[in-house]
Nanobody, 124 residues
Framework: QVQLVESGGGLVQAGGSLRLSCAASGRTESIYAMGWFRQAAEKEREFVAAESWRGGSTYYGDSMKERFTISSDNALNTVYLQIDSLKPTDTAVYYC?????????????????WGQGTQVTVSS
């Protein structure tokens, strides 16, 4: 089992920045990739970014690459999501997830483990 705990969400004004963190524990050796998803009210969960845990390859959702940056510190078993130039449309619960393989890192169904989510609210 892998446990994931997100932090760093909050209320921020449009144009500001946030860095979300996700700390992994447990059987971290089983992780192939770490991903970030978000879910706004009454919308489906949306892929934001992912990174292969040991190889360093990164993946971004459509139009995400401009303002979102995923990174990690393997020594700390932590993955980060930097969000710049925040917009009210970025308001959502942001989830961290861990996948055990690299097939379809953009897909919700590929991830075996999920954190509890952290709320990001952007005011205009």
């Amino acid at each position: 089992q892998v446990q994931l705990v997100e932090s760093g969400g909050g209320l921020v004004q449009a144009g500001g920045s946030l860095r979300l963190s996700c700390a992994a524990s447990g059987r971290t050796e089983s992780i192939y990739a770490m991903g970030w998803f978000r879910q706004a009210a009454e919308k489906e969960r949306e892929f934001v970014a992912a990174e292969s845990w040991r190889g360093g390859s990164t993946y971004y959702g459509d139009s995400m690459k401009e303002r979102f940056t995923i990174s990690s510190d393997n020594a700390l078993n932590t993955v980060y999501l930097q969000i710049d130039s925040l917009k009210p449309t970025d308001t959502a619960v942001y989830y961290c997830a861990a996948a055990r393989n690299g097939y379809g890192v953009v897909s919700v169904g590929n991830y075996a483990y999920w954190g509890q989510g952290t709320q990001v609210t952007v005011s205009s």
